[in-house]
């Protein structure tokens, strides 16, 4: 980014001031319920369950005027966004050429894969971007990933004499995580054309896919580092240029010095919308957590088929699954019920990469916060991808990384899904679950596992209550439980009504109705 275009943008910015986005809209379609009523608050407890604070609305047009003014709001909202965002990679088609530099010995050498493997990933990663394409590609090999050009004087050579053959790339892409503006500006100048990094591709991957003011302002977190770094070998450039006076209008301030405190006031404004949208979504598990309706966050490598997964288990026809790298950014609820009839919370979360760039993990921390409110924690793999254990470990990593409670990591529901693309497939695990979320394969043994898992998790209890018909006992339970079956004797005019109950409705019955 240059240092004029960051002056305006930045100054703008702060005549401007910062109005905090409202957060996105959930709008989950619900599976169809059963015939009676099921869980706590009727069906459409559920639904207000998933909606976020002070959205919530009964059917019927009721509420049409906030929705009007929560419109609005967004509306003036997305100006200011476009300014807390810095500048998108330049639009158009990009062919590039891909090199992946591949580490043959020592401690730095990948245990779970293949240089192979790798650069197929990077292919994927590409070939995500709408008009990106992939010329051709080369492995090298390199003793010293981390040196200023990456390669040896010999490997370097071969790599400026294959690009130079290839006069239609528009760019190369170095399959490393991060180049310094070092480095990159060293690089761009040897062979003439732009070199991105596995940091910049990922970000510009978010950038397309992110739909909600959180998703977009996460991501703009995520470029303060490098806009820092690119800000910072300008400077240097700059300087090395002009002469004369270093201080603006005889302010005392560097025009460095103005440009990091500008850059600092705009991460200041991008952080503190994105607490405000942090507050709001602790009310909304506030809410939930009153309900007390389950909640399962449903984990795994990036494109494993989180998605396809969630819209099996709830019958959720909104849900459109995308065959590709990072579909899902933002935290979406999706209302579901257990074999018992016991209403669920699903949470479809972003989906994890191996060596993921440490800014954008850090930047997504907030949105991954909510697993640790969860009951049970579903993680799906891709069983039929060549790296899935390697996968299955960046996952795990990323997991630790969070501090989740011991007894949520203790609990993980393992999935091995896509196993209608393996024959006769047999999982070496023996308490993981093979499913096939597109074929309907293995699902209701999925659903009775994760049923038994949260009435272990929660603590609620199957129990049968003997009942008086005349009385109000029985509408209570369909309000405050989860009702499974009515067994009405007429002529005692009494029932015996077998429920899944938590431990606080329980103790509440028990004082509403003594025995």
Request: one cysteine or more.
């Amino acid at each position: 980014m240059g240092a004029r275009l960051l002056l305006r943008e930045a100054a703008a910015l702060c005549a401007r001031g910062s109005r905090a986005p409202a957060t996105g809209r959930l709008r989950p379609l619900l599976p169809r319920p059963p015939a009676r009523p099921l869980h706590a608050g009727g069906p459409w407890g559920l639904r207000a369950a998933l909606e976020p604070p002070g959205q919530s609305q009964p059917p019927g047009g009721a509420g049409r005027s906030g929705e009007r003014e929560e419109a609005e709001e967004e509306e003036e909202g997305e100006e200011e966004l476009e300014e807390l965002l810095g500048p998108a990679l330049p639009p158009g088609a990009q062919r590039l050429f891909l090199v992946h530099p591949a580490i043959k010995w020592g401690p730095k050498k990948p245990q779970l894969t293949t240089a192979e493997l790798q650069i197929a990933e990077a292919v994927a990663l590409i070939n995500t971007l709408q008009n990106w394409t992939v010329l051709d590609k080369i492995i090298l090999s390199t003793k010293t990933p981390d040196k200023k050009f990456i390669f040896g004087k010999g490997n370097f050579q071969i790599l400026t004499e294959k690009i130079k053959e290839l006069p239609h790339i528009t760019a190369v892409f170095l399959n490393i995580e991060r180049l310094s503006p070092l480095t990159k500006k060293e690089l761009e100048d040897a062979w003439g054309v732009t070199v991105f990094d596995r940091y910049t591709v990922v970000l510009h991957i978010f950038r397309c896919n992110a739909r909600t003011k959180e998703a977009k302002l996460q991501i703009a977190l995520a470029e303060i580092p490098l806009l820092r770094a690119n800000l910072k070998n300008e400077m240097s450039q700059l300087d090395q240029q002009r002469g004369g006076s270093r201080y603006i209008m005889g302010s005392g301030e560097t025009f460095m010095e103005m440009q990091y405190r500008l850059l600092k006031e705009k991460e200041f404004k991008i952080r503190n919308a994105l607490e405000k949208l942090r507050g709001k979504r602790s009310v909304l598990r506030t809410q939930r957590r009153r309900r007390e309706f389950p909640v399962i966050s449903v984990m795994g490598y990036t494109n494993c088929g989180k998605t396809t997964l969630i819209k099996a288990l709830t019958g959720d026809e909104g849900l459109q699954p995308r065959d590709q790298l990072f579909a899902t950014l933002d935290i979406t609820a999706h209302g579901g019920y257990l074999p018992s009839h016991l209403a669920v919370i699903y949470v479809d979360t972003i989906g994890f990469l191996s060596e993921l760039p440490h800014d954008l993990v850090e930047s997504f921390s907030a949105t991954l916060e909510d697993v640790a409110y969860s009951d049970l924690i579903v993680h799906v793999r891709d069983i039929s991808h060549p790296e899935t254990v390697l996968q299955k470990a960046s996952v795990l990593s990323v997991l630790k990384k969070l501090n989740l409670p011991s007894h949520l990591l203790d609990s993980v529901v393992e999935v091995h899904n896509k196993v209608d693309l393996i024959e006769s497939y047999q999982s070496p695990e023996p308490n993981a679950i093979a499913v096939s979320a597109l074929l309907g394969y293995g699902l209701e043994e999925l659903k009775e596992e994760i049923e038994r898992t949260v009435l272990k998790t929660t603590g609620k209890k199957i129990l049968t209550i003997k009942i008086k018909l005349a009385g109000p006992q029985l509408s209570w339970l369909y309000k405050e439980a989860t009702v499974q079956e009515v067994d009405v004797m007429p002529e005692d005019g009494m029932a015996n009504v077998k429920v899944i109950i938590s431990n606080s409705a329980l103790g509440k019955y028990k004082k509403l109705f003594p025995q």
